[in-house]
T-cell receptor, first 114, second 110 residues
């Protein structure tokens, strides 16, 4: 079984709809992240959480919100989806106990907003 | 804001050729990581370099961290179609989160 899972893997929705993307991990890591990937723009950090009570905005948090329901679960919400939020979304985890901040990524969610 | 610039953005070569991908910054990083992402999957860590001037080899891949810890390169010898993918560098400043480059898309044709 995969260590970092994301649901759904693909989603098509309409402008104005509320969407939730979910991420679960079995690695026991304390840090979790949400990234957005667009062609030619690399990975842009949306939100990150260093533990259950810690939530931080990344470089492109506008239009998004997150919830850290447990150490293993971190969800991303689009309150009112718009077409320019069409992208590939990745969840990642990392372990503060390691010597470096290696990140482990989920398989991604492809979101299309019509 | 720390930036990592990768070059080239896209590289299309024939099987057997050699190539080098560069990752440059004006900032110093405590470590630098290289990831490879295949279509339909998330990035996967290839290597982490920590010491200035460090060279690490992973089969046909050679990674180098600059002496000043501001830049890095990835050299692939005798590229194979299985090397096709998006290569991302990421810098760890030691403060909070990684800084990712925009990536180099490599296509190796048989």
């Amino acid at each position: 079984d995969a260590d970092v899972t994301q649901t759904p893997r693909n989603r098509i929705t309409k402008t104005g709809k509320r969407i939730m993307l979910e991420c679960s991990q079995t690695k026991g890591h304390d840090r979790m992240y949400w990234y957005r990937q667009d062609p030619g723009l690399g990975l842009q950090l949306i939100y990150y959480s260093f533990d259950v009570k810690d939530i931080n905005k990344g470089e492109i948090s506008d239009g998004y919100s997150v919830s850290r329901q447990a150490q293993a679960k971190f969800s991303l919400s689009l309150e009112s989806a718009i077409p320019n939020q069409t992208a590939l979304y990745f969840c990642a985890t990392s372990d503060t106990r390691g010597p470096t901040d290696t990140q482990y990524f989920g398989p991604g969610t492809r979101l299309t907003v019509l | 804001t720390q930036l990592l610039e990768q070059s080239p953005q896209f590289l299309s070569i024939q099987e057997g050729e050699n190539l080098t991908v560069y990752c440059n910054s004006s900032s110093v990083f405590s470590s630098l990581q290289w990831y490879r992402q295949e279509p339909g999957e998330g990035p996967v860590l290839l290597v982490t370099v920590v010491t200035g001037g460090e060279v690490k080899k992973l089969k046909r891949l050679t990674f180098q961290f600059g002496d000043a810890r501001k830049d890095s390169s990835l050299h692939i010898t005798a590229a194979q179609p299985g090397d096709t993918g998006l290569y991302l560098c990421a810098g760890d400043s030691g403060y909070s989160t990684l800084t990712f480059g925009k990536g180099t898309m490599l296509l190796v044709s048989p």
